[in-house]
């Protein structure tokens, strides 16, 4: 099969196309016949050796959702899905065989679930690790209907995905923005716009003077600089756990702030949590955002491109 991964670590042009042998679905897998993976800014730290040797040998295949149909079913598998099933699913390269950039991927059936009905592979692949990482960050925050969330980075697919999600759960959303931005977060949901830039916890508070009841930091600001957005007894979620130790601990005693840190591989191998996101998607709400679409031979190109920054949607590979 062909898989997009790096033999030694380094920069975009590290990435390397290998012809590797397929793989087949063992005791409760299924294999996926990939059609799209998308580019995540995480997929850099598989190919730049920031997570080190991530089990097995070279080459390091990275990726973390896919999409495609269903053309292997393993023994002992307890599930509804059935081959030619079109398919979404989140994984992780650091188990065996789990980078997405490949032709064919293996992975517990709970791992996977349908794609949503009339969309196109590249749009679903967008969904399951993406989706999930929102769904996590809200879940923690633990805010009912009516309570007020505060989300930085709101023009990115994650951003975007927590301010629909947050919409569909009844919150009322405040995000940042800079000016070109603004006419599409307000399309997803987002009741109250400033803007963008480093003093968004005062920028909040000055248009939500009792402050937000919880903030989701997508675009892992310092959470010293974001808190003040936040009331007395609030919570933040981050998708960057490091930042939450810019607040101290006696800021958090004082305030009676709860922190929170994503991390989206508990919710792995949950598939009713896959189940809502394809039935948010079909319902419209959700709306995947594909930045651009490229064959597999051109990883390198979308990881420089993913580099820079600035991409309004994921980068999607073609298989």
């Known amino acids: 099969m062909k898989a997009v991964g790096v033999g030694m670590f380094g920069g975009p042009e590290a990435l390397q196309m290998y012809d590797l042998a397929e793989p087949h679905a063992g005791p409760g897998q299924v294999r996926i016949r990939v059609h799209a993976a998308s580019v995540n800014p995480g997929d850099r730290y598989v190919r730049n050796?920031?997570?080190?040797?991530?089990?097995?040998?070279?080459?390091?295949?990275?990726?973390?959702?896919?999409?495609?149909?269903?053309?292997?079913?393993?023994?002992?598998?307890?599930?509804?899905?059935?081959?030619?099933?079109?398919?979404?699913?989140?994984?992780?390269?650091?188990?065996?065989?789990?980078?997405?950039?490949?032709?064919?991927?293996?992975l517990p059936a709970d791992w996977v679930t349908r794609a949503p009905a009339g969309m196109s592979h590249a749009q679903a692949a967008t969904l399951p690790m993406n989706g999930l990482t929102s769904r996590q960050a809200l879940d923690l925050l633990g805010l009912s209907a009516g309570q007020t969330l505060a989300v930085t980075g709101s023009a990115g697919l994650i951003g975007g995905y927590v301010i629909q999600m947050a919409k569909a759960d009844g919150l009322t959303v405040a995000v940042d923005a800079a000016p070109a931005d603004e006419e599409l977060v307000r399309s997803l949901g987002a009741d109250l716009i400033v803007p963008r830039g480093s003093h968004f916890g005062r920028r909040v508070r000055q248009a939500v003077p009792n402050g937000v009841d919880g903030i989701v930091d997508t675009a892992g600001l310092i959470s010293a600089a974001v808190a003040p957005a936040v009331r007395d007894g609030g919570s933040i979620a981050t998708l960057l756990?490091?930042?939450?130790?810019?607040?101290?601990?006696?800021?958090?005693?004082?305030?009676?702030?709860?922190?929170?840190?994503?991390?989206?591989?508990?919710?792995?191998?949950?598939?009713?949590?896959?189940?809502?996101?394809?039935?948010?998607?079909?319902?419209?709400?959700?709306?995947?955002?594909?930045?651009?679409?490229?064959?597999?031979e051109r990883a390198r190109d979308a990881h420089l491109l993913m580099e820079a920054s600035g991409a309004r949607g994921r980068l999607v590979l073609e298989f």
Not at 271 to 289: C, N
């Open 241 to 296: 756990g490091d930042s939450l130790h810019s607040i101290s601990a006696a800021e958090q005693r004082l305030r009676s702030l709860t922190l929170h840190a994503v991390y989206v591989p508990d919710y792995l191998g949950d598939p009713a949590k896959l189940t809502r996101l394809r039935l948010q998607a079909e319902a419209g709400e959700l709306t995947p955002r594909i930045a651009q679409i490229f064959p597999a």
């Open 49 to 106: 050796g920031a997570l080190g040797r991530i089990g097995g040998s070279p080459p390091y295949i990275p990726g973390m959702e896919a999409a495609g149909v269903i053309d292997e079913i393993g023994e002992a598998t307890s599930s509804e899905l059935r081959i030619g099933d079109r398919v979404m699913a989140a994984t992780m390269p650091t188990v065996p065989g789990g980078g997405a950039y490949a032709q064919y991927l293996c």
